[in-house]
């Protein structure tokens, strides 16, 4: 199983929220089940960055359109690219990523 499957789980990969944190060097990730609710439903966590780099995979950015989880890859060990419709994220890190339930 991919790790973007392993992370995602049977969530829907609607970004709800997407923070880093530079001060406690996490990234989270909140995903939403269904676009109409706009309900956070899971969030997953990468700790212990020790390195944060984000690119613009659109020349013109649509911020009507909702982003969404096309792929989180782990390219090497401790580094993980994450791929959204909107954006291209790569990280370094020596913790393991992880996911919570959002009530």
Do not use: W
Not at 57 to 81: C, F, M, N, T
């Amino acid at each position: 199983m991919s790790l973007t499957g392993k992370l995602l789980g049977d969530c829907a990969p609607y970004i709800y929220n997407l923070i880093y944190d530079i001060d406690v060097r996490m990234l989270f990730i909140e995903c939403i089940d269904e676009p109409d609710t706009k309900q956070p439903d899971l969030r997953i966590v990468f700790p212990e960055i020790l390195s944060y780099s984000e690119t613009n995979e659109q020349s013109k950015p649509d911020d009507e359109y909702i982003d969404d989880l096309v792929l989180i890859d782990e390219i090497e060990k401790g580094r993980i690219a994450i791929h959204t419709y909107k954006k291209k994220i790569e990280i370094t890190l020596t913790g393991k990523p992880f996911t919570e339930d959002i009530d």
